[in-house]
């Protein structure tokens, strides 16, 4: 149980393009979903928090217009990388938790190339 | 902020071996959780240990928890070469994580 899934595993195109992340949890309804960032051989860094309905959380640095997170359902979150440049290319993972003190539970993550 | 800092940051052992990481965090916490990560992948959650536990065990998996050290540590027994990987320490709250420790187990 506590499936999540992440889609597309990897998105290479060109700069200025916007790319669309998806995120779902499959047997479960996520109260919360997080979206991370992770560089070579780095930690997760945390870029925002969503909950469904409303407005996502963004961590201190993380522009929300570049980074534009949708929570429409309680097992879909999206999170759009628009007009992508190649310093944003990197690995983006979300995760998705049913509830507090629940244990978050991860997608595979996006590699993401730009070129 | 990094809530959690993992030691070693790398680690390399025969297959058969036990492993112990260790995490150390610097705000008071709820619970601690401990994921697996493979290379290129997402992680896997292992273990969750709340903060009135001292010690948990899952499998070959054995957590404690000092939160008067604010320190944890992870106990891999007979480990498997299927057992490399990163491992991370994280709260539950907005699992903020250390660079992890990248384990090595060879056949």
């Known amino acids: 149980g506590a499936v999540v899934s992440q889609h597309p595993s990897r998105v290479i195109c060109k700069s200025g393009t916007s790319v669309k992340i998806e995120c779902r949890s499959l047997d479960f309804q996520a109260t919360t979903m997080f979206w991370y960032r992770q560089f070579p051989k780095q930690s997760l860094m945390l870029m925002a928090t969503s909950n469904e309905g409303s407005k996502a959380t963004y961590e201190q640095g993380v522009e929300k217009d570049k980074f534009l997170i949708n929570h429409a359902s309680l097992t879909l979150s999206t999170l759009t990388v628009t007009s992508a440049h190649p310093e944003d290319s990197s690995f983006y993972i979300c995760?998705?938790?049913?509830?507090?003190?629940?244990?978050?539970?991860f997608g595979d993550g996006t590699r993401l190339s730009i070129l | 902020s990094q809530q959690g800092e993992e030691d070693p940051q790398a680690l390399s052992i025969q297959e058969g071996e036990n492993a112990t990481m260790n995490c150390s965090y610097k705000?008071?916490?709820?619970?601690l959780q401990w994921y697996r990560q493979n290379s290129g992948r997402g992680l896997v959650h292992l273990i969750l240990i709340r903060s009135n536990e001292r010690e948990k065990h899952s499998g070959r998996l054995r957590v404690t928890l000092d939160t008067s050290k604010k320190s944890s540590s992870l106990l891999i027994t007979a480990s498997r070469a299927a057992d490399t990987a990163s491992y991370f320490c994280a709260n539950t709250d907005k699992l903020i994580f250390g660079t992890g420790t990248r384990l090595q187990v060879f056949p």
């Open positions: 705000t008071s916490i709820n619970n």
């Open positions: 995760s998705a938790k049913q509830g507090v003190d629940q244990p978050q539970h």
